[in-house]
């Protein structure tokens, strides 16, 4: 669907054309109480840009916690689409919705689309709860370059930077991401560059950039968004795996445990708690959460993280694999990654996952460039039964997978395995093992970094789910009225 280009500016007044107003926290009048303010402020910008009907109630509830977070608010106006909604949870604390969109059938590539910049330009990132920096591909100007610029399509056009990069001398952000051979540090007032390697071969590198993020607190569309200005890499030398076709998305939104990661930024700033939902859908559009929204759920199902590493990770063990109540292995870690495509085993448990495939599923295997293991034909998908994680410190709780979890189609209409040895990442990977997108699509997964915790709930991530928010009738405390 065609999408006309939206703007912000930053001053007071309007933009007729794109039908955006933006606030200024400078423009905040300390004098007048928060709600006196708020609907003199909508009554003007009612009246100047001429909305013909504004939900006050709805604006109440957003913009005084847009007062409170001391963060830039941006007023909507006109047909748009919304690429962001979000709400607020019983706590009073908000969360932030972005739609999910990918092939959960055959590519396991999921993407949310994030606006950026006083455009308001989109951009189809790859989720990554693996690694921290959020990195957009970008046309930077006035720098040092270390490699070539990247020339391959993306789906939109690259990020455009306007003299907002991060310099050697902010040593509290610069000093945080990784950086290349010879990065240009000379001088404090020089680029801040920044390099990201990837278990898969890839990579980014670029320079260090601040800018807006827009967040609607509405879960249906709002007049009315939070922008934050936050840290992200301009990336102008990609390199990607073999294996994989380039490219899928504009970047990677970082959603790990590190500093440079957007959710630690955001609950830096108090904007949000440090927690995250996803929920992948094979077919129809899920959802990602920034916040903690979800974590009330009924039926999900808790296990804390595993405490044998000493970063901050998604790790979750010990726990023993089976197979239709068989053991096949014990005491193993596993690693929650959305920006990993499939699941990585050790050696010893991939070799006992694919006897057990081949003893199922006899058939001659085919050559597939998708995967190494595929069959055709292949008659009876039933064959097969689910792979069960049973954690040790809970023999109650454990993780399944699905036979269409681990069982896919390849774009060559074979049926293959999606689980890999994760010896194809590296020596340091022996021992590693990764659950990636296939095995957590129908399922809402919550990344709980303030209580240290992973839950999870089968579920239908098709449709969005139904929180009490201001503006359909609760309280601001999200208790109903």
């Known amino acids: 669907?065609?999408?006309?280009?939206?703007?912000?500016?930053?001053?007071?007044?309007?933009?007729?054309?794109?039908?955006?107003?933006?606030?200024?926290?400078?423009?905040?009048?300390?004098s007048l109480s928060s709600e006196t303010y708020l609907l003199s402020l909508l009554r003007i910008i009612q009246s100047t840009i001429g909305f013909r009907q504004i939900n006050f109630r709805t604006c109440q509830c957003s913009f005084k916690l847009a007062l409170q977070r001391k963060e830039d608010v941006c007023f909507t106006h006109g047909n748009e689409v919304q690429n962001v909604t979000g709400v607020t949870d019983q706590s009073g604390t908000p969360s932030y919705y972005f739609l999910v969109e990918g092939d959960g059938l055959r590519?396991?590539?999921?993407?949310?689309?994030?606006?950026?910049?006083n455009r308001l330009d989109e951009f189809y990132l790859d989720i990554d709860t693996g690694s921290d920096l959020t990195w957009i591909t970008c046309s930077p100007t006035n720098i040092q370059f270390l490699k070539p610029f990247s020339t391959y399509e993306t789906?939109?056009?690259?990020?455009?930077?306007?003299?907002?990069?991060?310099?050697?001398?902010?040593?509290?952000?610069?000093?945080l991401v990784e950086k290349p051979i010879n990065p240009q540090c000379s001088k404090q007032n020089q680029q801040c560059d920044y390099q990201v390697e990837y278990a898969d071969q890839g990579l980014s590198l670029g320079v260090l950039v601040k800018d807006k993020f827009f967040l609607s607190p509405s879960l249906k569309g709002s007049l009315i968004r939070l922008v934050p200005t936050l840290t992200f890499g301009c990336g102008y030398h990609q390199e990607f795996s073999p294996s994989l076709r380039p490219p899928f998305a504009d970047g990677v939104l970082g959603l790990g445990t590190g500093k440079t990661s957007i959710l630690s930024q955001l609950?830096?700033?108090?904007?949000?708690?440090?927690?995250?939902?996803?929920?992948?859908?094979?077919?129809?559009?899920?959802y990602l959460v920034l916040g903690d929204s979800q974590s009330n759920l009924p039926g999900i199902i808790w296990m804390p993280l595993s405490n044998n590493h000493l970063e901050p990770n998604n790790m979750l063990?010990?726990?023993?694999?089976?197979?239709?109540?068989?053991?096949?292995?014990?005491?193993l870690l596993f690693l929650f990654d959305s920006g990993t495509t499939f699941s990585y085993f050790s050696p010893v448990i991939y070799q006992a996952v694919l006897s057990k495939a081949k003893e199922l599923a006899p058939t001659p295997t085919v050559d597939d460039p998708y995967l190494p293991i595929c069959w055709r034909p292949f008659q009876?998908?039933?064959?097969?039964?689910?792979?069960?994680?049973?954690?040790?410190?809970?023999?109650?709780?454990?993780?399944?997978?699905a036979p269409t979890d681990y069982i896919i189609m390849s774009p060559q209409d074979n049926v293959c395995l999606g689980i890999l040895e994760n010896q194809e990442l590296g020596?340091?990977?022996?021992?590693?093992?990764?659950?990636?997108?296939?095995?957590?699509?129908?399922?809402?997964?919550?990344?709980?970094?303030?209580?240290?915790?992973?839950?999870?709930?089968?579920?239908?991530?098709?449709q969005l789910p139904e929180q009490l928010s201001?503006?359909?009738?609760?309280?601001?405390?999200?208790?109903?009225?």
């Open 107 to 117: 590519t396991g590539f999921f993407h949310a689309a994030v606006s950026v910049g």
């Open 427 to 462: 020596p340091e990977f022996e021992n590693l093992n990764i659950m990636g997108d296939f095995s957590m699509i129908r399922k809402l997964m919550i990344f709980d970094h303030e209580n240290q915790k992973i839950g999870w709930l089968n579920h239908a991530c098709n």
């Open 1 to 30: 669907m065609a999408q006309r280009k939206r703007y912000c500016s930053l001053a007071h007044g309007k933009e007729e054309e794109a039908g955006l107003f933006i606030l200024s926290k400078v423009d905040i009048n300390s």
């Open 155 to 175: 789906p939109h056009e690259p990020y455009k930077t306007k003299n907002n990069f991060i310099s050697c001398k902010d040593a509290s952000t610069c000093g």
């Open 317 to 331: 063990g010990p726990a023993d694999l089976s197979y239709n109540g068989n053991l096949l292995a014990s005491g």
């Open 470 to 481: 201001c503006e359909r009738g609760g309280r601001e405390d999200g208790n109903p009225s």
């Open 267 to 286: 609950s830096e700033k108090g904007i949000i708690k440090k927690v995250m939902a996803l929920c992948l859908s094979e077919i129809d559009p899920g």
């Open 380 to 401: 009876n998908g039933s064959i097969f039964d689910s792979l069960k994680l049973s954690f040790t410190s809970n023999n109650n709780v454990y993780f399944e997978l």
